[in-house]
C-alpha cells in the first residue's frame, strides 16, 4: 500500500478532479496508514481529516466534514493550519445555510492568518475573498465588494490573471452583482469564469455547477428560457454523479429546470 503522503495526493487529486468516492477511499486508507506510522494525534492525520472533510463538503456530507474539521483542529496548534481549519468551517457553514456561524469563522481565518503571513499574502486573499461570499449571503454586499476586488487584485498580481482563484473570485463577484440586478455587469463575468474554471479543472468538474446554475437563473431571469433549461440541466449533470441527493445546489437546480419546463408547457398551451 502507498504510504500516507502518497494516499493524501491521490485522494485530493481526485477530489479536485471531482471523483469523490475515490478520494474517501484513498484518504480513509492514508489516515490508517498514518495513525499506525505516527499516531492518532499528529499533523499527517489532521492533514488527512482536513482534506477527507473538504471532499465531504463538495458532495454534500456536511455533518460528517464538521465532525473531520473538528478533530483536526483539535490536533493543529500552528496558526497557518489553524486558520485554514477556520476557513474550511467557514464555507462548510456557509454551505448549510448557518451564515452567521460562517462569518465567526471566516473572520478568523483572515485575522490568525494575516497575522501568520502579512497582509498582502495570497492566502490572506483566499480567506477575504470566502469571507465575502458569507457576507453576501448576509446581506452585506458593500463589504463584500471590496473584500472581493481586493482579492482578485492579489490573485491576479501574485498567481496571474488566468489562475482558478481568479475565476472563481470572479463568480462570486458576479453573483453578487447578478442579486443587486446589475445583469450587463454580472452575465459577462459568470461567462469568463464559467470559461476560465473550464479552461483550467476541464468540463465535467461538479464544483462548475454553482457558476452554471446562477447563469442558468440570469438567463431564466431576462427571458432566454431555452438557454436557462440547458444550463439547469448540465448543472443537474454534473452534480448528479458526484453529490449526495440532497445537496442544495442540486436541489435547486433540479427545482429551477422543473419551473422552466412547467412554464416552457404553459406558453405552448
Given amino acids: 500500500m502507498p504510504d500516507a503522503e502518497e494516499l493524501f495526493d491521490l485522494g485530493q487529486a481526485a477530489r479536485v478532479e471531482g471523483r469523490y468516492a475515490e478520494a474517501e477511499a484513498f484518504l480513509r486508507d492514508g489516515i490508517t496508514v498514518a495513525e499506525k506510522e505516527h499516531g492518532p494525534e499528529t499533523l499527517e492525520v489532521a492533514y488527512l481529516l482536513n482534506e477527507l472533510g473538504v471532499t465531504f463538503k463538495y458532495s454534500g456530507r456536511f455533518d460528517e466534514a464538521f465532525e473531520l474539521y473538528q478533530r ?12 485554514g481549519l477556520h476557513h474550511n468551517l467557514g464555507g462548510l457553514e456557509h454551505a448549510r445555510g448557518h451564515y452567521a456561524r460562517a462569518a465567526v469563522h471566516a473572520r478568523l481565518s483572515v485575522e490568525i492568518r494575516r497575522d501568520a503571513l502579512g497582509d498582502d499574502h495570497v492566502d490572506v486573499a483566499a480567506d477575504r475573498a470566502a469571507l465575502a461570499a458569507i457576507l453576501d449571503s448576509l446581506g452585506e454586499d458593500d463589504e463584500a465588494e471590496r473584500l472581493l476586488r481586493d482579492a482578485m487584485v492579489v490573485f491576479a498580481r501574485e498567481l496571474g490573471p488566468d489562475h482558478l482563484e481568479v475565476g472563481i473570485t470572479m463568480s462570486n463577484l458576479a453573483s453578487l452583482l447578478h442579486k443587486r440586478g446589475d445583469v450587463r455587469q454580472a452575465e459577462p463575468m459568470y461567462r469568463r469564469a464559467l ?7 476541464g468540463p465535467d468538474q461538479p464544483e462548475l455547477a454553482v457558476t452554471v446554475h446562477n447563469l442558468a437563473t440570469l438567463c431564466a431571469e431576462t427571458g432566454r428560457a431555452d438557454e436557462a433549461k440547458a444550463l439547469y440541466e448540465r448543472a443537474v449533470a454534473l452534480l448528479e454523479p458526484a453529490v449526495e441527493p440532497d445537496h442544495p445546489t442540486l436541489t435547486a437546480s433540479r427545482d429551477a429546470l422543473a419551473a422552466v419546463i412547467v412554464a416552457q408547457q404553459a406558453d405552448m398551451g
Avoid: K, S, Y
Avoid at 72 to 83: C, H, R, S, T, Y
Avoid at 195 to 201: L, Q, S, T
Fill in 72 to 83: 483536526a483542529l483539535a490536533i493543529v496548534e500552528d496558526p497557518v493550519d489553524v486558520a
Fill in 195 to 201: 470559461a476560465e474554471r473550464e479552461r483550467v479543472c
